[in-house]
């Protein structure tokens, strides 16, 4: 990835070429290239769909909450691929030590062609490399 507009401020690992966290304001800068975005969960993250989708050639991680207004708007009506992911993840403090598991499922989302070739052509690599994060 090139960019990762919402990367902690101690990432224990590299995500992406560019790593932004909330002390660069990701959500109001520029997003240039392939974009992962594992936006914070809450009601924020719904400015940070919206801004996946109008990017498009991003790459999303977020809970599988269908039903919701945001999903609607942001994934249903404008996404190229939906990937859910079996069971739940789990997830890793910035000092790199395992965490819990996530409160709800979780998908990624592409919004473009390019995007979507990459989480079919990836799908086996992508299920194989989350086995080790799922609880």
């Known amino acids: 990835f090139d960019l990762d507009p919402c990367s902690p401020i101690v990432p224990p690992w590299r995500t992406a070429t560019t790593m932004l966290n909330i002390n660069d304001d990701g959500l109001s800068r520029k997003w240039d290239g392939l974009v992962w975005c594992n936006p914070p969960y809450g009601k924020e993250a719904e400015l940070w769909l919206k801004k996946c989708s109008e990017h498009k050639r991003c790459i999303a991680l977020i809970f599988a909450r269908t ?18 992911i079996k069971g739940r993840l789990c997830f890793y403090h910035v000092d790199g030590t395992k965490g819990g598991t996530a409160g709800a499922p979780s998908v990624l989302i592409a919004w473009d062609e390019e995007t979507k070739e990459m989480l079919r052509d990836c799908k086996h690599a992508l299920i194989k490399s989350l086995e080790k994060w799922k609880s």
């Open 67 to 84: 039903e919701t207004k945001s999903f609607f708007e942001h994934i249903w009506s404008k996404a190229k691929a939906v990937f859910f």
